[in-house]
Nanobody, 125 residues
Framework: QVQLVESGGGLVQAGGSLRLSCAVS????????MGWFRQAPGKEREFVAA???????FYADSVKGRFTISRDNAKNTVYLLMNSLEPEDTAVYYC???????????????????WGQGTQVTVSS
């Protein structure tokens, strides 16, 4: 089993920044691709960003240039630095992990295997 615990969410004004963290335990972290997803009220969950075990990164068009995903394999933690936040970024943000190839997961929009409980991000205008 893999356990994921997100932290770092909160309330921020538009234009501000937040850094989300996701601590992973239970299995060898370096073997897993890691992703961030979000779900706004009344909307489906959507992909935000992902990082492979090698450090290759992928972003949704809506966050490119504003969000940065990174991982610290020594700390078993993945981060999402969010800059220039907009009210449209308001959502519950979820961390996910999967040992399969990220190209396979993202191109096929396959569900990821492990999920955290989510952390709320609210951006006020």
């Amino acid at each position: 089993q893999v356990q994921l615990v997100e932290s770092g969410g909160g309330l921020v004004q538009a234009g501000g920044s937040l850094r989300l963290s996701c601590a992973v335990s239970g299995r060898t972290f370096i073997n897993y691709g890691m992703g961030w997803f979000r779900q706004a009220p009344g909307k489906e969950r959507e992909f935000v960003a992902a990082i492979s075990w090698r450090g290759s990164t992928f972003y949704a068009d809506s966050v490119k240039g504003r969000f940065t995903i990174s991982r610290d394999n020594a700390k078993n933690t993945v981060y999402l630095l969010m800059n220039s936040l907009e009210p449209e970024d308001t959502a519950v943000y979820y961390c996910a992990a999967d040992a399969r190839d990220l190209d396979y997961l993202l191109r096929g929009n396959h569900p990821w295997y492990y999920w955290g409980q989510g952390t709320q991000v609210t951006v006020s205008s």
